[in-house]
């Protein structure tokens, strides 16, 4: 009998000490979990028109080398996928260009590489597809326990049914559906770049979402990222430019809940 009883109690220890183990090892690796990044890019004509395209993709290529080399505090993600929002016609499938395809380039290898894939030819931009192929690839991969963010960078407009009255054009907006991204994950943070005030206030306003965390920046504040670079510094040593990316493209806003 006192020979089963400290069997059993050695048991329970031994299983006490795994749980434990185990308690601590997840807590240390959920103090700051690896996020994964989603960028999209608008590579449609009416971007293009709208002269920030090629400032868009050089603070891409910043923005992209800034997070892979874990620069200023900016957070190194786990998976990175990069892809078009735009197409010749709705639902088209997009090529998700993955962590590798940036790795080890430079800046201005990254900006060559973005011109190269992301040309802007698109007739339209289809944020719906891009939304549910994030959603595919999170689920594939098995993401669902890392942060998701999705920065888009684009004028954030939706495109135009022909026929359709520019007075109805707010209706697309409540077309937008993010239902794909909603608890997909346990954070989902969508950040719009380039877009303005209207059209952000549009996004906050008119487009359907629950759990989703939604940031907008102006096209006129993005314009300003180049005035933080300074010159004599190298990119490690740009501290006012990482520091501007912090809090103004990757802030860390609430949830649409709370």
Known sequence: MMRRRAMAWSLLAGVCVAFVTA????????QKPRLSLFVGVDASGSFYNSGDYDDALSFLAHYLYGHINGLGGLDRPRELFVASIGGSSEGEPKAFHPYLDFTGKSVSQIEDSLREWFPPVDKLTDFNAFFQQVARIVKERNLVLSPVSIMVVSDGVPDLTPGMAKAEATDLYNAIDLTSLEYLARSVTLRMTYVSPKVGERWRSLVPRQRIRLWTVDAEIMRGWNTQIV????????????????????????????
């Open 23 to 30: 308690a601590c090892s997840l807590q240390r690796g959920e």
């Open 231 to 258: 010159p004599v510094a190298n990119l490690e040593a740009q501290n006012r430019l990482w520091g501007w990316i912090r809090d103004n493209v990757d802030f860390r806003v609430r949830s649409a809940g709370i």
